[in-house]
């Protein structure tokens, strides 16, 4: 594990101490009095949470439409560090855990499969947000941590005319806490905790606030957090590496905000985070190189939490984010210029060795001595994002509009090198390419550029004192330009060993509109309802690695350069009221989304390549209910539950070279979409009491339900989930075997998950213990194969019960 992030975080903690100490000097005569002040702070809903979900500040319960935004101290309270555990929280809200650093983020139901590290041209389905600054990254959307930031904000359904592309079915917002002028505060939050049987880990996390008289500020929070590991590596030897997931977070948000004039302020701010980890949650079902049912090897047998592996696996990823937001107001109007940078690097490892040896020992028939040989391959992407947006808008008595710009352009560069080294001598085979050096069998180097322009507007009349009308559009023009190299033995060059360069273009324009109603049925409660249209940006496949492709594969799968825009139309109703005189909120939302060319991520079979099929028509029908409430000062819940019936309505069939007719992996009418479950729940509630000594008690617990779901549409082809054993044969891997297949479940089964805090506060200290995962739940989070099953099989999987305790106190 690197240490360089804990010296990374001392150097910070001494830089925020060195200016928390002017902030935190007060008289003797002031420390009294706030000793002399109660704890007050008990969760009250009839306080009013303010969001900006249509880029304007107002209640949320004011919102037309379907919107969760839990706080910082909820999020707290409930043990949430990163967006897995805000979907924990939040109904209709998915993140499909893919391993170190990558998530797929999916919402209402929709949900086109597991996108893939060779898949950089692929675009997202929930667009993520950094307060204005868009930072979502296919697969590699950064895990902001939760440290200082005010609310998160969930959007359902689609945003696309105010938030673009990549909010096809919702939006995701961070929201910092800005610098406040004149304030001064500073605190922290330290934890450490254990993973039953596996490692200890631990965060310090501080902030601090500074006024530089009336009207500027500034606002530091760095973070610094050791993930423990859980995981056991198998070795070749059969040794056992221990705990081989551990890993590093560290980071830092400066920001500064000034008020030249009373009109105007200025915000320049700088985010970096990095994250560094030193292997995978996956278990390994079935490898290759490692099973029951070879002679000529030795038999493996992996526990629950084993996988199997020659080498570690490092991921590594440097986030860089700077922007610059300028406000205009006057009385209601209102001006804003974002303008926002974000620079990534992120390097994945993996061991390929069980996918070299199904190629090299399985199709090739090399001897055992060449298809162990360790071979890492390197996955590294690179992205420079620019972005721009201007918007005014003024909120009148009767009528408020909103109209902006927006521009972005985006460099992702892509490249795979798969290292064999020694290959080239064990077999005397000729292995140095035109770019590719010696012993590296595959290498490649994807380059793309995106750029986009979007003019937006939405607008609002109240008719009368209870009826509110909104309609908006937004017109987007999109290009992409693509250019692409391989080379190496496995490249897709007809001789197998030649550099094949392809380049390419997509191009496409639309108009996205949004019409909203709402309905004051009284004091307490409003009707709304919602046609909305939301979209993702068409590409270009990546052409298939044609020497590992079967001549049947090659027919199937070939002949498919670019894939085209993704449209959902959505139309939903719902309520939102307060109850119990205000002691607490109901909020409930009915939906049906028709999704046209769903961009269906598909396994290439024998191929190893990821392809998007455009799938014509599919839908996603469900529900959302959520009931938060407070019956006394004591005790608090909220509960949240989705149903989900989503499914593809068409059916992709290919001709194979006999002239039969079948589906194309697993698309078909009525199979289910992938990553989301069915019925989804959460829920949690707080019990606490005063102590005379003015020390807050509390007790908390969460609750959270997932159904069973699929990682890939193609996890359902008939057939899918039994692998067979032979066929390499006469090369079997460790043959002569004890089996002929192996079978496997691809449905993902439901789990629970229950967490429990214990803790005790006061004005300036907060500690809490907490246990995560009491029951142990060994949960299914993804399906893992590699080469169509015949390398590997293996589910990602969560982290154990774990024991901890954390401190959050103001300096």
């Known amino acids: ?365 090399d001897p055992e001595s060449v298809y162990t040989i360790d071979a890492p391959l390197d996955d590294d992407t690179r992205a420079k994002v620019l972005t721009q947006e201007f918007r005014a808008s003024d909120e009148g008595e009767r009528v408020s509009w909103l109209a902006g710009v927006f521009y972005s352009t985006i460099e992702r560069d892509y490249g795979q090198s798969l290292l064999v080294f020694g290959y080239e001598d064990a077999t005397g085979a000729p292995t140095a390419g035109l770019l590719a050096p010696r012993d590296v069998l595959f290498w490649s180097d994807l380059d793309y550029d995106f750029d986009q322009v979007a003019v937006f507007g939405e607008v609002s009349f109240s008719v009368g004192d209870r009826v509110d009308l909104t309609a908006g559009a937004r017109y987007y023009d999109f290009e992409e330009d693509r250019t692409q190299i391989f080379d190496g033995i496995f490249g897709n060059g007809d001789n197998g060993n030649s550099l094949v360069e392809t380049s390419g273009s997509t191009s496409a324009d639309g108009l996205v509109p949004r019409f909203i109603a709402s309905f004051q049925l009284n004091d307490s409660w409003n009707l709304n309802a919602q046609a909305s249209k939301g979209f993702r940006l068409g590409g270009i496949n990546d052409p298939l690695n044609v020497p590992l492709c079967t001549p049947q594969d090659l027919v199937t799968f070939g002949g498919r350069d670019t894939w085209e825009d993704e449209e959902v139309w959505n139309y939903e109703a719902g309520a939102k009221g307060t109850i119990m005189g205000g002691r607490g909120t109901f909020n409930v939302a009915a939906f049906h989304m028709d999704i046209s060319d769903l961009q269906a991520t598909v396994t290439a079979g024998s191929c190893s390549s990821r392809l998007i099929f455009n799938v014509p028509d599919a839908r996603s029908t469900g529900a959302e209910v959520e009931l938060a409430m407070q019956p006394n000062e004591n005790f608090d819940f909220a509960i949240s539950a989705s149903f989900t019936d989503s499914e593809l309505q068409s059916t992709v069939t290919s001709t194979d070279l006999m002239g039969n007719v079948s589906v194309v992996s697993g698309i078909q009418d009525g199979n289910r979409l992938p990553t989301v479950p069915e019925l989804q729940v959460a829920a949690a509630a707080t019990y606490q009491w005063l102590l005379q000594n003015n020390w807050l008690v509390y007790l908390s617990g969460t609750y959270q339900h997932v159904g069973e779901r699929f990682t890939q549409i193609g996890d359902q082809a008939a057939g899918f989930g039994s692998v067979d054993l032979t066929a390499f044969s006469p090369n079997d891997i460790g043959g002569p075997l004890t089996a002929t297949t192996f079978t496997f479940d691809p449905e993902l089964p439901s789990y629970d998950l229950i967490n429990l805090r214990l803790g005790f506060k006061s004005k300036d200290w907060d500690t809490s213990f907490f246990v995560n995962n009491v029951t142990d739940e060994r949960a299914f989070l993804a399906l893992d194969q590699e080469r169509g099953t015949l390398a590997r099989v293996g589910f990602l999987t969560n982290q154990p019960r774990t024991f901890g305790i954390t401190t959050r106190t103001q300096f």
């Open 1 to 365: 594990m690197a240490n360089r992030g804990w010296l990374f975080v001392f150097a910070l903690l001494f830089v925020t101490v060195l200016v928390a100490v002017p902030a935190t000097a007060q008289d003797d005569a002031e420390q009294e009095d706030k000793k002399k002040e109660e704890v007050t702070d008990k969760t009250t809903y009839t306080e009013r949470i303010r969001v900006t979900s249509r880029k304007r500040e107002e209640d949320l319960q004011d919102v037309p439409f379907s919107v969760a935004a839990p706080s910082e101290e909820t999020l707290r309270k409930r043990g949430a560090q990163n967006i897995e555990d805000v979907a924990a929280n939040v109904a209709g809200f998915n993140v499909q855990n893919l391993g170190p650093g990558q998530s797929q983020v999916a919402m209402r139901g929709i949900s086109a499969g597991q996108i893939v590290r060779d898949q950089p041209g692929v675009k997202e389905q929930v667009g993520v947000y950094l307060d204005e600054s868009v930072i979502s990254l296919s697969l590699f959307t950064p895990d902001i941590d939760l440290f200082d930031v005010s609310r998160v904000e969930v959007l359902r359904g689609p945003q696309g005319t105010l938030f673009g592309s990549g909010s096809l079915s919702g939006t995701v917002r961070y929201i910092t806490n800005q610098p406040k002028f004149g304030v001064e505060e500073s605190f922290g939050e330290f934890t450490m905790g254990n993973i039953e049987d596996g490692d200890f880990g631990g965060s310090v996390k501080v902030a601090t606030n500074l006024p530089f008289g009336d009207r500027a500020a500034l606002r530091i929070a760095a973070y610094a957090e050791s993930f423990a590991g859980y995981m056991d590596a198998v070795q070749p030897d059969l040794s056992i590496e221990r705990d081989v997931n551990s890993g590093d977070r560290t980071g830092a948000r400066v920001a500064f905000t000034f008020r030249p004039t009373d009109t105007v302020t200025v915000t320049p701010r700088v985010i970096y985070q990095s994250v560094e980890m030193d292997g995978w949650n996956r278990i390994d079902d079935y490898n290759i190189l490692a099973n029951p049912f070879t002679t000529t090897r030795p038999a493996v047998t992996l526990g629950e939490r084993q996988l199997f592996t020659q080498f570690e696996e490092p991921f590594t990823d440097d986030f860089l984010l700077g922007d610059l937001t300028i406000r205009y107001g006057r009385d209601t109007f209102e001006f804003v210029s974002i303008t926002s940078f974000t620079d990534r690097d992120i390097l994945v490892v993996r061991d390929a060795t069980a996918l070299t040896a199904s190629i090299t020992g399985g199709s090739i028939g």
